[in-house]
């Protein structure tokens, strides 16, 4: 690999705990324009898929005891899966993503960002501004210029709504989050106790990717949990998503998301679905989770419970601000953690706060998230024992503001056509962005459509 094309790849797989010789296995190429920003958005992109393929073609290779293939990173394609949520279709309809009142809003001393694309994030957000459940977006611009920024900031996350006061780098930084956050990798992986664990079995040479035979529980929501386990399912593993049936999710999402895996529905409070999510996870292999800090733990779905009831577990743990500090149970998403840390300025205008070209926290954590799975498990493979991967939206959003290169990146000629395909799917015709993990000898493209959000069985494919 040449050093001087993606610094932010020799970082990441550092934060991996992978062998550094690896890195020459990596081309990178392709056009490139897609992702124009002032911060290094493009960068982001490049390393955080780079070390996600590299970390695959890692996997396959001690599965399969062969030499680790090459790598190669394509711009082009980058560029299109970070827009997967803004190019998807369906019978050739659009989805927008951000509901009237998810937004930027002045604020009586400066700006608020809310995130209201859910009913009951709708309602919260209303209720915490003393308006009635039926009210438009003008009267909450009306309620907020009246109002302190933080004073809406923390008012509506009391009652479990989702908003920010808009911060610049500095005030970020002096803020008790943020220079937590400061002091944290980009991620974390480590083995949990001393109990040997199970070995993550060999794959005969052949054509198989190297998830093969893995079961993945995905116990995530939009955007980075989905994204990781979409690329896990595009190399081979058994994806099995777990909704809670109370919770509203959107089908569009589940259609750019979705690629590759099977969902379902089960509430946890219940006890008939309660044993047959109990029944998963005895013969689950990796558990991904992205709800909020700790709010799991109820079910036994803590690192250490679950390293006790099933030791040899791979387990992902992501979180919007990190599981540490003020804000670790808080909620959160892309668009505000963009807003909070600084980047919302950074990229905005005198008219007011802006936002990076595609939703490059989620993306590029997701990948990142999958890449530290891939690590896991090859770890797991040489030596056994329970896996712990944490990342946070923030983690990756301090790396992007002061761990990579500095320097706007202008767009170019670009074109995602090359890199979008078409198939037909349960709910009709879906045009979806192909993934950009490749390597030679790798998959190209997911051998299943999404379906139904929820309408899968309770079950793995194979016993």
Not at 301 to 314: H, K, M, N, Q, Y
Not at 360 to 386: C, M, N, P
């Amino acid at each position: 690999m040449d050093p001087t094309l993606s610094t932010g790849t020799e970082s990441a797989w550092a934060a991996l705990g992978a062998d550094a010789a690896l890195l020459d296995r990596v081309a990178f190429g392709g056009p490139s324009g897609g992702l124009p920003s002032r911060l290094p958005v493009m960068e982001l992109a490049r390393a955080t898929v780079a070390v996600c393929a590299l970390a695959a073609a890692e996997l396959g290779a001690v599965r399969t005891d062969r030499p680790v293939a090459r790598v190669r990173v394509d711009d082009g394609a980058v560029a299109t899966a970070f827009r997967s949520d803004r190019l998807a279709r369906l019978d050739g309809r659009p989805w927008d993503g951000f509901a009237p009142l998810s937004r930027f809003w002045r604020a009586a001393d400066g700006w608020v960002r809310t995130h209201a694309n859910y009913p009951h994030h709708r309602a919260r957000l209303l209720a915490a501004l003393g308006l009635p459940d039926g009210a438009g977006p003008d009267a909450v611009a009306a309620v907020l210029a009246e109002r302190p920024a933080a004073a809406v900031e923390d008012a509506v996350c009391a009652v479990g709504g989702l908003a920010v006061a808009v911060r610049g780098p500095a005030e970020w930084a002096a803020h008790e989050q943020g220079a937590l956050v400061a002091r944290q990798p980009l991620l974390t992986l480590e083995r949990l106790g001393d109990a040997p664990g199970r070995v993550c079995p060999t794959l005969l040479p052949g054509e198989a990717p190297p998830c093969s035979g893995l079961r993945v529980l995905d116990l995530t929501r939009v955007l980075a949990g989905p994204v990781a386990t979409r690329t896990l399912a595009l190399l081979g593993a058994d994806v099995l998503r777990v909704d809670a049936p109370q919770l509203p999710e959107a089908q569009e999402a589940h259609n750019d998301t979705g690629m590759g895996k099977r969902s379902t529905a089960l509430d946890l409070g219940r006890g008939a679905d309660r044993r047959a999510f109990e029944e998963l996870l005895a013969a689950a292999d990796v558990v991904v989770t992205g709800y909020r800090p700790g709010a799991l733990d109820r079910f036994g779905l803590s690192p250490e419970a679950l390293d006790e009831r099933r030791p040899g577990l791979v387990v992902a743990q992501l979180s919007a601000w990190g599981r540490y500090g003020p804000w670790g149970g808080r909620r959160g998403f892309d668009s505000l953690v963009q807003a909070a840390t600084g980047i919302a300025l950074l990229e905005g205008s005198p008219e007011g706060p802006g936002a990076l070209p595609v939703q490059a926290l989620d993306h590029g954590t997701g990948y990142l998230l999958a890449a530290a799975v891939l690590r896991a498990l090859t770890e797991q493979h040489r030596a056994g024992g329970t896996r712990l991967a944490r990342l946070a939206l923030t983690q990756t959003a301090h790396w992007l503001t002061h761990g990579l290169a500095k320097g706007p990146e202008t767009g170019g000629v670009y074109d995602p056509e090359p890199w979008l395909a078409e198939r037909d799917s349960p709910m009709g015709r879906l045009r979806y962005a192909l993934s950009p993990v490749s390597y030679e000898g790798g998959p190209v493209d997911w051998t299943r459509a999404p379906g139904p959000l929820g309408a899968d069985r309770a079950e793995w494919l194979s016993s």
